[in-house]
């Protein structure tokens, strides 16, 4: 597609209930991205992928959070047992380069925990 | 632990204005600089990108400064419009871990008709 989609756009999940975030990158994108962004902050880095590679989750808050992108294209962004401090916007973003630059974001998943 | 500071946290200005957003960092350790646009409900648009060797960078009535040694750059708005009105968002790259980038927390712009 023309840029990155997320689905869905908005999700209200009761505290402990699972949920799942999908992010479809730009096609042939190398570098994937998953953001929280609380409201009225800037968005914090939760985790990258260079193609299938999960190279770095430190941003990750708790083991609660997990991320795959098994084929190197769509990515999922899982939270289990979710938590009010969990609501936030979820950002994806892509990048056809493995450097710092380059993004095209998502327009974000918002979640709120009820 | 890199920090991004903005100030201020949100500013009104009539239309016409020029007006000056401000961004400091802790570590000048960085790859490049990125200032970037959120409109609500949106997704970031990248505005402009100052590599660490680079001074500045401008684009239409957008001009960003870096000083690395102070910490600091500066995204200067001209002839501001009321369509220029959203977020605007600082964010570095540390050289330690190129790809993930720390942002502010952001200046909330208004601009009045």
């Known amino acids: 597609g023309a840029g990155v989609s997320q689905s869905p756009r908005y999700k209200v999940a009761k505290r402990g209930q699972d949920v799942a975030l999908r992010c479809d990158p730009i096609?042939?994108?190398?570098?994937l991205f998953w953001y929280q962004q609380a409201l009225g902050q800037g968005p914090e880095f939760l985790t990258y992928?260079?193609?299938?590679?999960?190279?770095?989750k430190s941003g990750l808050p708790s083991d609660r959070f997990f991320a795959e992108r098994p084929e190197g294209s769509v990515s999922t962004l899982k939270i289990q047992r979710t938590q009010q401090e969990d609501s936030a916007v979820y950002l994806c973003?892509?990048?056809?380069?493995?450097?710092?630059?380059?993004?095209?974001f998502g327009s974000g998943t918002r979640l709120t925990v009820v | 632990k890199q920090e991004v500071t903005q100030i201020p946290a949100a500013l009104s200005v009539p239309e016409g204005e020029n007006l000056v957003l401000n961004c400091s960092f802790t570590?000048?350790?960085?790859?490049?600089l990125q200032w970037f646009r959120q409109d609500p409900g949106k997704g970031l648009t990248s505005l402009l990108l100052?590599?660490?060797?680079?001074r500045e960078q401008t684009s239409g009535r957008l001009n960003a400064s870096l000083d690395k040694s102070s910490g600091r750059s500066t995204l200067y708005i001209a002839a501001s419009q009321p369509g220029d009105s959203a977020t605007y968002l600082c964010?570095?790259?540390?050289?330690?871990?190129?790809?993930?980038?720390?942002f502010g927390q952001g200046t909330r712009l208004t601009i009045n008709p």
């Open positions: 570590d000048s350790a960085i790859y490049n």
């Open positions: 992928f260079q193609n299938e590679a999960q190279l770095d």
């Open positions: 973003a892509s990048s056809p380069r493995t450097g710092g630059y380059g993004y095209t």
């Open positions: 100052i590599q660490s060797s680079q």
């Open positions: 096609s042939g994108h190398v570098s």
């Open positions: 964010a570095v790259s540390p050289i330690q871990g190129a790809q993930k980038l720390v």
